[in-house]
């Protein structure tokens, strides 16, 4: 079975550790940091990464070079201070892909 992580800042991450999950707090002041973190944790045997939107916004070239693998999965996830609603776009879109229609949250 494959690991799962969360990455984003620490106060929206840390609540994750209590589940199970291994946890990777990183600055969002710190782009560098977290893309060297990004490409550990994928390149480590983690099937699903989380990472905050605030994160992803940060790494969004780093985060494309996976977009066409099988794993890992990466899934944005509202943090505690900055959300974009990015990841229930990406949430969304994902849907239509699959089921050809949008069945979640009908036409905006």
Do not use: C, H, W
Not at 30 to 57: C, F, H, R
Not at 68 to 89: D, F, H, M, S, Y
């Amino acid at each position: 079975m494959d690991k799962i992580a969360v990455m984003g800042d620490y106060d929206s991450i840390y609540g994750f550790a209590t589940l199970g999950l291994t946890t990777f707090p990183v600055s969002p002041d710190s782009p560098e940091d977290a893309a060297k973190t990004l490409k550990e944790i994928a390149g480590n045997g983690y099937g699903v990464i989380y990472i905050t939107e605030q994160m992803a916004a940060l790494l969004e070239e780093e985060i494309d070079r996976y977009a066409e693998k099988l794993t890992p999965a990466i899934i944005q996830i509202p943090g505690v201070k900055v959300n974009t609603g990015a990841g229930v776009r990406n949430v969304k879109k994902s849907v239509e892909q699959a089921v050809g229609s949008d069945i979640l949250f009908g036409n905006d």
